[in-house]
């Protein structure tokens, strides 16, 4: 059974800094394309950041510069650094998994943004960035 487990969300003021962590249990998250997606109330899930099975990433627009996607193949986890916050970055975030190999992985991340390709999600975090 596969399970991907957030955590670091919570309130910060903007300029300020969280660390995403997500957890993955029965996928091996080293062979695979981890995503990080975001849905902020009254608005539609948007992609955030992807990387793929060789490590490689990819990063929206809107936080290019800012938000940073990593793994760690050891611990089964990937993280989203995300620093230089902004009030518009609050949002659930969610981890999403899929099979997708290089370069699909960051392909399919930008020609579908909303994520409609990846078959596993978890629960979400909320962060919340006030002004």
């Known amino acids: 059974q596969v399970q991907l487990v957030e955590s670091g969300g919570g309130s910060v003021q903007a300029g300020g800094s969280l660390r995403l962590s997500c957890a993955a249990s029965?996928?091996?998250?080293?062979?695979?394309?981890m995503g990080w997606f975001r849905q902020a109330p009254g608005r539609e899930r948007e992609g955030v950041a992807v990387?793929?099975?060789?490590?490689?990433?990819y990063h929206a627009d809107s936080v290019k510069g800012r938000f940073t996607m990593s793994k760690d193949n050891a611990k089964n986890t990937v993280y989203l650094q995300m620093n230089s916050l902004k009030p518009e970055d609050t949002a659930v975030y969610y981890c999403?998994?899929?099979?997708?190999?290089?370069?699909?992985?960051?392909?399919?991340?930008?020609?579908?943004?909303?994520?409609?390709?990846?078959?596993?999600w978890g629960q979400g975090t909320q962060v919340n960035v006030s002004s």
């Open positions: 999403a998994a899929d099979a997708a190999r290089p370069p699909l992985c960051t392909v399919y991340f930008q020609q579908y943004p909303r994520g409609i390709v990846f078959d596993y």
């Open positions: 029965g996928y091996t998250i080293s062979r695979n394309c």
């Open positions: 990387i793929d099975s060789a490590g490689s990433t």
